[in-house]
């Protein structure tokens, strides 16, 4: 009866995707013109890491930067698509980003596409999760709302003087790049054949670091925008947790954002913008014992994939331009302690994480009682997608082998409200990261394949 119930649902959400009007049109890409924009979003000293669930802000070791493009095609509204360097943004936070950066281009929030890098010495932006804690007098913290104001109207501005200084886009380029010891799967077998999932971002036991790589997503994908020979914008998406150590205080936007700066300063000009892929069940834990100088080898192998991905990237032929945005719904987490009674209760719990747990899952609940949207922007031969929270690497190499011929860009961390969002293989075995950073419900991968088949298999014509 179950399977049925969900069979009808997944028909739905393809038969509202499909009547999305301009699903299925393209646009001459001849009058595709890009603006780029950046502004640093640091935290203050004593704002929450990681949603209070780690040390607050104490230091800074570099800066944390929202990267960001304005694309507008001939007879469309412009499309937004911005990288933070924070941890998540969630529900309110979410849709505050969307509308302030929809208004300061002149589109709408549906075509703005936000995305977080998910370092964890960062904010996780939750503003109605922080409403909930003040009404309780918890004294918990997710985040600073006064800044969280202040950091995006800063974008905002970036992006409203960008819109007034487009180039016009002559070629569309994409690449595959395998990327050399970075990711492994937290899933791995010991000597013995047990499944261990304590493969984290810093791993220093050493059979847990020699043991399999696991399921990962080997390649960068990567979709760049030309004006007369000069690179202006490249949008590179890779697929793992971005820490090399976290955890102190000590802000920084860690390898990937080490690995964006070198690139950007070998292609003066160029805006290099890193897109985390779906990588909740992914991290660097195999070749990271936590040594200090872990962090600049990581960077390095990085920002080695992403020059080798801009060297040998090919123009699409015929390129298009095709918007979309795929509504589907996931439902708010039902197992033990996560009823609405039990997380009013942690928000009196006597950690304060845990009331900041209990807070974040109760907006989540609100969130999900509307449907959330998988957007993807569509050129043809290449395509980026915007999956949501920390969706497991198997969606991304799902939504990869639906367009096999094109470059598919499937990053992670859009509307994160959802925390991890993982196969039904992880819940049959008992994943134990699922313990609480998890606030949908078991049955989450048949809605999501269906929004990403739904968006992938609506190409561009030729």
């Known amino acids: 009866m179950e399977s049925q119930s969900l069979n009808r649902r997944q028909m739905g959400y393809a038969s509202l995707a499909l009547a999305i009007p301009g699903l299925s049109g393209a646009t001459d890409p001849s009058g595709l013109r890009l603006g780029q924009f950046s502004a640093e979003i640091n935290p203050p000293v004593g704002h929450p890491c990681m949603g209070g669930g780690i040390s607050p802000v104490v230091s800074y070791l570099d800066p944390l930067f929202a990267k960001g493009i304005v694309l507008v095609a001939k007879g469309h509204a412009p499309v937004v698509i911005v990288s933070a360097d924070w941890c998540e943004i969630r529900h309110t936070a979410h849709d505050a980003w969307r509308k302030a950066l929809a208004d300061a281009t002149g589109t709408t929030p549906e075509r703005v596409l936000v995305s977080s890098v998910h370092q964890h010495d960062a904010p996780v932006a939750d503003l109605r999760a922080e409403e909930i804690l003040k009404k309780a007098v918890s004294k918990g913290s997710v985040c600073f709302a006064d800044f969280h104001a202040v950091a995006v109207a800063r974008v905002a501005r970036a992006a409203k003087i960008a819109i007034g200084n487009l180039k016009t886009v002559d070629k569309i380029c994409a690449s595959r790049i395998p990327v050399q010891d970075v990711s492994s799967n937290r899933r791995t077998l010991d000597s013995k054949g047990r499944i261990r999932f304590d493969r984290g971002s810093t791993t220093r036991d050493a059979e847990l670091r020699q043991g399999e790589t696991g399921v990962i997503d080997p390649d960068m994908a990567m979709i760049s925008l030309e004006s007369s020979g000069q690179t202006l914008a490249a949008l590179f998406c890779y697929a793992t947790h971005p820490m090399s150590q976290y955890g102190k205080g000590a802000v920084s936007s860690d390898f990937p954002g080490l690995a964006r700066r070198m690139v950007e300063q070998a292609h003066p000009g160029l805006q290099a913008i890193y897109l985390s892929g779906c990588s909740g069940n992914v991290t660097a834990g195999k070749y990271n014992d936590g040594a200090p100088g872990n962090r600049m080898l990581l960077a390095g192998r ?111 961390y859009g509307e994160s409200v959802t925390g991890y969002v993982p196969t039904e293989k992880a819940w049959a075995e008992k994943d134990p990261n699922l313990g609480d950073w998890c606030w949908v419900a078991p049955g989450s991968e048949d809605p999501l394949k269906v929004a990403l088949k739904t968006a992938l298999l609506n190409p561009v014509p030729k």
């Open 302 to 412: 990085l920002a080695e994939a992403m020059t080798k991905a801009l060297a040998t990237a090919k123009p699409l032929k015929n390129p298009g331009f095709r918007f979309a945005s795929v509504p589907y719904s996931l439902t708010f987490r039902n197992t033990l302690g996560f009823d609405t009674a039990s997380l009013e209760a942690k928000l009196h719990a006597p950690r304060s994480f845990d009331q900041c747990l209990a807070a974040m899952g109760l907006s989540c609940q609100e969130r999900l009682q509307r449907p959330l949207d998988l957007p993807i922007l569509d050129f043809g031969g290449a395509a980026l997608l915007l999956a949501p929270g920390e969706s497991y690497v198997e969606y991304q190499l799902y939504a990869k082998s639906l367009r096999p011929e094109a470059v598919v860009l499937c990053a992670g």
